[in-house]
């Protein structure tokens, strides 16, 4: 409907142009007629909604393909999940947003387990993780690959005790993953909560890692919080 009355408006225009261009040239100095001025003015309308549609069209697909470029620069391609220069981006908002929490974790044992059974066996399993804790966790959480087997979620309005509920209810899920062509895959989680840990996001980032380092030296498979 839109373009119907661009079309129409195009042919408007060419017309009360036409109409102009008839009255600055009278017919007896001229071959010109009103149907010749008529016709020329839908030609312009036209011509120039043709021109209009192609430029739309064309600024449309720019568009399209700036916004898949910026989507491909902040997402992993092999998990789908956001990556790090996402992270980088996101925690430049985070602070002074009220208070959230921040969750690292790691596959356990994940280096031998790619060297027994080859990355193409461990890019499946970094796939199946990234896709349990996406149906895990709230549509507002962000979930990104901060590097190799390590995963962080951004968990806004979110405090330390449901925070806490959060990285179990990950863990559970993925020790349940279907195991039966390799052994059982665990994962450990550090969490840290502001403003309990830290007042601004580097000190939270310092926290989550500590206390992912702890879960890891204290026996894998386990939440620990700072």
Not at 37 to 59: E, H, M, P, S
Not at 162 to 174: F, G, H, P, T
Request: hydrophobic letters at 45%; glycine letters at 6%; a positive charge.
């Amino acid at each position: 409907m839109s373009k119907l009355w661009l079309l129409i408006a195009m042919i408007l225009t060419g017309i009360i142009y036409a109409a102009v261009l008839l009255y600055f040239i009278p017919m007896s100095q001229s071959n010109i007629t009103l149907l010749h001025c008529i016709l020329l003015g839908v030609l312009f309308g036209v011509v120039n909604f043709i021109v209009a549609v192609l430029y739309y069209k064309r600024n449309k697909k720019l568009k399209h393909l700036n916004q898949q470029l910026k989507s491909n620069l902040m997402t992993d391609s092999l998990t789908g999940l956001l990556n790090r220069r996402a992270f980088d981006q996101a925690i430049k908002d985070v602070d002074g947003r009220g208070y959230y929490s921040l969750i690292f974790l790691d596959i356990d044992n994940f280096r031998d387990f790619n060297n027994r059974f080859g990355h193409d066996i461990g890019d499946n399993v970094l796939r199946k993780v990234g896709e349990t804790i996406q149906a895990c966790v709230r549509a507002s959480d962000r979930v990104y690959r901060y590097g190799g087997e390590e995963i962080t979620l951004v968990l806004m309005d979110c405090d330390k005790k449901n925070a806490l509920r959060m990285a179990e209810k990950i863990r559970s899920a993925i020790s349940q993953l279907d195991h039966q062509a390799y052994p059982q895959i665990t994962v450990s989680l550090g969490v840290s909560s502001y403003p309990d840990d830290g007042l601004v996001i580097n000190d939270l980032i310092v926290a989550s890692d500590k206390a992912l380092l702890k879960a890891k030296q204290s026996g894998k498979n386990r939440t620990i919080s700072c």
